[in-house]
């Protein structure tokens, strides 16, 4: 079954603690994003990747890192969490990273991770 | 910057109704725009997408969308609503210069029996 998978799925962590959600997807996708969701704000990027070892900024990337080691794989390190971390975050993953700017492949999400930072 | 705006938080039907859900969006060009629906506890899944072309979309679950240039809209509506379309619905439009999505802040549907 084609999907996005991350992992853990819910997490209660304190501040400062090292912690990585994993993210993973099984459709030989080139572009791979996070998000974080919050009440009222919508969806937004926090990074994104094109490709292997290719990754960007995205809204809002302040206190996080990525790596693109495989295709496959797409793990958010929060390195020193702090409590405004605390969110709901998605993975998402795309066919295609070429092209223009605008982007028309569907992108397909994971079913969340839930981070509370205490 | 192209943005959308979704200007109901929340909306109440009840089932075997019909729903209409407003979507606006402000874009340079010639806008492709989206829409997801996040069910309970759930990632996030595209119901219809838009294009060019014909400015009605059909999309899953009896869902479609009319874009609307002159109005700046992509309405999302269904004629007759289930309890299981209970879920929170999100416009979205492409970001500039990256491969993302903007997203509206959201519509909460919630349906009564």
């Known amino acids: 079954e084609a999907q996005v998978t991350q992992n853990p799925r819910y997490l209660i962590t304190v501040t400062g603690k090292k912690l990585t959600v994993t993210c993973s997807q099984n459709m030989n996708h080139e572009y791979m994003s996070w998000y974080r969701q919050d009440p009222g704000l919508g969806l937004r990027q926090i990074y994104y990747s094109m490709n292997v070892e290719v990754t960007d900024k995205g809204d809002v990337p302040e206190g996080y890192k990525v790596s693109r080691k495989e295709k496959r794989n797409f793990p958010l390190i929060l390195e020193s969490p702090s409590p405004n971390q605390t969110s709901l975050y998605f993975c998402?993953?795309?066919?295609?990273?070429?092209?223009?700017?605008?982007?028309?492949?569907?992108?397909?999400f994971g079913p969340g991770t839930r981070l509370t930072v205490l | 910057a192209q943005s959308v705006t979704q200007p109901d938080i929340h909306i109440t039907v009840s089932e075997g109704a019909s729903l209409e859900l407003r979507c606006n969006y402000s874009y340079g060009a010639t806008p492709y725009l989206f829409w997801y629906v996040q069910s309970p506890g759930q990632g996030l899944q595209l119901l219809l997408k838009y294009f060019s072309g014909d400015t009605l979309v059909q999309g899953i679950k009896g869902f479609e969308a009319e874009f609307k240039r002159s109005q700046s809209s992509f309405n999302l509506r269904k004629p007759s609503v289930h309890w299981s379309d209970a879920a929170e619905y999100f416009c979205a439009v492409p970001s500039t210069g990256r491969r993302a999505l903007t997203f509206g802040s959201g519509t909460r549907l919630q349906v009564q029996p």
């Open positions: 998402a993953s795309s066919l295609q990273a070429s092209g223009g700017a605008a982007s028309t492949d569907t992108q397909y």
